[in-house]
């Protein structure tokens, strides 16, 4: 196979079914506003994602792995994450527009059909995960065993959501930047906690607890002798709480209460922001209605934004049943489809990067990740892995209503796929040889140069400018 001498002659339209999708992404007419500043942006990356699941989701898993096999796989997930965000990473910056998203990559290197289902699955991850935290905020509340019904708190929760989604993305990012810091401020006290605790400073401590356990395998059994670890679904299931209030402290439990309620609460925000943006992104190429392009004068898709914020209405679920059970199964559902983005992620991300040889590219990326293609290679086994195997819990005994949360995202993905490709009669994959690896590059290139670099001239300034 001869290597393409003029790739640029290449005619995108033929193997999209949208039209013109560079055109739409970089030269939109309804486009959002850039009003996240630096600070914001990263404080949304570090604390964005941290919810419910750190602080109390964790206790259950603690009760039946016990605390090395916890370790081992916060330690497992964390570099298939690393890997992950660098595939993403490489193909963002050597196209950094606007609007663009994962379903975009997708779509352009590997398969429309495939861009359609993975561009709806991601949606419909951000829209579970808002119920998710929403039902995790409302159970969070009832801690305090406030009479009030725990709808009141889901709908109050769910209204506060809007409006920081809905108004100035500026105004968004602010009060992600405060939400993030006391969630970063929490966990840093906690490990500080823990290191009093494990020198014995605690007021109900006899001594040193340092290394006490270490002769015996209890880090790798299960414990199954406390309720709280089994059955609660506020800050008593979590095992900082029970570790806290056993060694005497007072107070601390309703402080780590109040922080999980803005974990929870921080967590809905950036997955209906998230959301939001991935129904802007789909509806510029085509693959979603128009209507979800339209935005406001501030810039925000407010269409995009009320539509998947409606589905966070899920969470009144709560009603009915079991607030632990409704929790779980937004967390199954919406742990599956991470599972597929991250599976399509990678293929995608190794279909970019035998465009990237085709066309003799490989060297010119501005940015570059270790131990690639090989690690991609790895976390792609260990990701199908888990997909197929993550809800084996359900079959001891089984449980229809769990095995529909953990499985159901399979067969809707596989639906939207083959729907789009048997109606669009699109090709398997786009060849490697007519996967366009230029369009939108040169473009981009000069709308970076446009812009002024502010260059520091001391320490106080580059400071000043990396807060702005």
């Not at 939109?28 to 990263?42: E, F, N, P, T």
């Not at 269409?303 to 779980?328: K, M, P």
């Amino acid at each position: 196979m001869e290597k393409k001498e003029d790739v640029g002659s290449y005619d995108f339209e033929a193997n999209q079914p949208y039209e013109n999708a560079e055109f739409n992404l970089a030269n939109q007419h309804d486009q959002l506003a850039r009003g996240l500043k630096s600070r914001h942006i990263q404080f949304l990356a570090l604390g964005g994602a941290i919810g419910t699941g750190l602080f109390v989701g964790s206790g259950s898993i603690l009760s039946s792995t016990g605390p090395a096999s916890l370790f081992l796989a916060y330690l497992s997930m964390t570099v298939i994450v690393w890997n992950v965000m660098n595939n993403l990473a490489e193909m963002v910056v050597y196209l950094p527009m606007r609007g663009i998203t994962v379903p975009y990559f997708v779509g352009r290197f590997l398969d429309p059909s495939l861009a359609f289902a993975v561009g709806w699955n991601y949606w419909y991850a951000y829209a579970m995960l808002i119920g998710a935290e929403a039902t995790a905020a409302g159970i969070v509340i009832d801690y305090w065993n406030l009479p009030v019904n725990i709808a009141v708190w889901v709908a109050i929760v769910l209204v506060v959501m809007l409006i920081l989604n809905i108004i100035a993305v500026s105004f968004f990012g602010e009060a992600e930047f405060w939400f993030a810091s006391i969630k970063l401020i929490t966990i840093c006290g906690l490990i500080i906690l823990g290191i009093v605790i494990f020198f014995g400073g605690a007021p109900n401590q006899d001594g040193v607890l340092g290394f006490h356990y270490w002769k015996t395998s209890g880090a790798f059994a299960e414990y199954k002798a406390d309720e709280n670890l089994l059955g609660a679904s506020n800050a008593s299931a979590s095992p900082f709480v029970i570790g806290i209030q056993r060694v005497g402290i007072p107070v601390l439990n309703h402080i780590i209460n109040a922080a999980i309620l803005t974990s929870a609460w921080s967590a809905g925000n950036s997955f209906l922001y998230s959301g939001s943006r991935v129904l802007y992104s789909m509806s510029l190429s085509g693959q979603a209605p128009k209507c979800f392009s339209i935005t406001n004068r501030r810039g925000v898709p407010y269409v995009a934004v009320l539509f998947t914020w409606c589905f966070g209405a899920l969470a009144f679920l709560n009603v009915s049943n079991a607030g632990a059970t409704v929790f779980n199964w937004f967390v199954s559902i919406s742990t599956i489809s991470g599972f597929i983005a991250w599976i399509v992620v990678m293929i995608t991300y190794l279909r970019f990067r035998r465009a990237m040889e085709f066309n003799n590219l490989l060297s010119s990326l501005p940015y570059k990740t270790p131990l690639q293609p090989y690690a991609t290679y790895f976390a792609l086994l260990i990701v199908s892995l888990l997909t197929i195997t993550s809800g084996f819990q359900t079959f001891m005994p089984f449980k229809a209503k769990d095995f529909i949360a953990s499985y159901i995202t399979i067969p809707v993905f596989l639906l939207f796929y083959f729907c789009h490709k048997v109606y669009h009669r699109t090709p398997m994959y786009i060849p490697v040889d007519q996967i366009d690896a230029i369009t939108g590059k040169k473009e981009m290139d000069e709308l970076e140069a446009m812009g002024e670099e502010r260059v520091p001239k001391n320490w106080v300034q580059k400071v000043w400018y990396w807060l702005a």
